[in-house]
Nanobody, 116 residues
Framework: QAQLVESGGGLVQPGGSLRLSCAAS????????MAWNRQAPGKQRELVAS???????NYDGAVKGRFTISRDNAKNTVYLQMNSLKPEDTAVYYC??????????WGQGTQVTVSS
């Protein structure tokens, strides 16, 4: 049974927008910090944005001002609103969540392709 399920990826033109969603299963006890990471072909996975349970967010410098991370604790869901997308944002985007004991969980990933 999938514990983190992502959705919302796809193909978009440069300058366009996409919204990613990630729903955490109730199997994950007391979800705390959540985050989005991405991995481009031939590159290491990198942190894009993270958010605490209380809503405090942090962003990688490459996406700050263009991406917004948010969450709905009642739904155990985290979102990533991506605006002004660039070709270099092309990657597989992974959701990550930590439970109350600090154990991390990863989603399967969703492909985002920015191309004209």
């Amino acid at each position: 049974q999938a514990q983190l399920v992502e959705s919302g990826g796809g193909l978009v033109q440069p300058g366009g927008s996409l919204r990613l969603s990630c729903a955490a299963s109730r199997i994950i006890f007391s979800v705390n910090d959540m985050a989005w990471n991405r991995q481009a072909p031939g590159k290491q996975r990198e942190l894009v944005a993270s958010i605490t349970r209380s809503g405090s967010a942090n962003y990688d410098g490459a996406v700050k001002g263009r991406f917004t991370i948010s969450r709905d604790n009642a739904k155990n869901t985290v979102y990533l609103q991506m605006n002004s997308l660039k070709p270099e944002d092309t990657a597989v985007y992974y959701c990550k969540a930590f439970n109350a004991f600090g154990i991390p969980y990863w989603g399967q990933g969703t492909q985002v392709t920015v191309s004209s």
